[in-house]
């Protein structure tokens, strides 16, 4: 199991973990000072080419009212496998007790990926989250970048003129 969970130093705020297995780790840091707490697959995945598949992490939590967690991809899988997280970031709400699982997404067009029990798949990221009242309004403050959506500071093509633009698809 390749997995180094240390004690957070300068942790700020507990969360409760009760573990579907108790042989699988919580959720850990590698190093002080890392923002994401690393999570473990509970199964054995082989992940074909452009495949797809949503795994257990054998963690449940709970969260103090005002956080929520975060599933990010973790960049070296991103970079040697082309694993990413497809709904990246997941969000665990704090009124989640459920299981987390993480939608894992084989980006390689060549490469099947085999994941086995206790690899660390994603990290999870806690963090406090406003909760927001919206309010109607006739209009907006001024702003610098006014209505300028994505791709407005430049490298992006405009000729799509607003209409939505289809990638290819990865298959
Ligand atoms: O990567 C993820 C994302 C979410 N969840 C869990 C925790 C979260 O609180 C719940 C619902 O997630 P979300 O709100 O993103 O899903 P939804 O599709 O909007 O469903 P819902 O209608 O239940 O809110 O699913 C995970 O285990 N992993």
């Given at each position: 199991?390749?997995h180094?969970a ?5 942790a ?11 042989d ?12 994401g ?8 995945v082989?992940?074909?080419?452009g495949?797809?598949?949503t795994?257990?992490?054998?963690v449940?939590?709970?969260?103090p009212d005002?956080y ?6 973790r960049?070296g ?15 665990v ?13 084989n980006?390689d067009?060549?490469e099947?990926?085999?994941l086995?029990?206790g690899?660390r798949?994603?990290q999870?990221v806690?963090q406090k989250v ?5 309010v109607r309004?006739?209009r907006?403050?001024g702003s610098?970048?006014g209505?300028?959506g ?9 000729g799509a003129?607003?209409?939505a633009?289809?990638?290819?698809n990865?298959?």
């Amino acid at each position: 199991m390749d997995h180094a969970a240390a004690t957070p130093t300068g942790a700020t705020v507990d969360v409760l973990v009760v573990q579907v297995e108790p042989d699988l780790p919580v959720p850990g840091y590698a190093h002080p000072g890392d923002a994401g707490a690393d999570l473990c697959t509970r199964v054995d995945v082989d992940l074909a080419p452009g495949g797809r598949v949503t795994v257990p992490t054998g963690v449940r939590i709970a969260l103090p009212d005002g956080y929520a967690a975060f599933v990010h991809p973790r960049s070296g899988l991103a970079r040697r496998h082309g694993l990413t997280v497809v709904n990246a970031p997941g969000t665990v709400d704090a009124g989640y007790r459920g299981e987390i699982e993480v939608t894992l997404l084989n980006t390689d067009r060549d490469e099947a990926l085999v994941l086995r029990r206790g690899d660390r798949i994603a990290q999870l990221v806690v963090q406090k989250v406003e909760r927001a009242r919206f309010v109607r309004a006739e209009r907006l403050p001024g702003s610098h970048r006014g209505e300028g959506g994505f791709g407005s500071s430049g490298g992006w093509d405009p000729g799509a003129g607003g209409r939505a633009i289809v990638h290819e698809n990865i298959r």
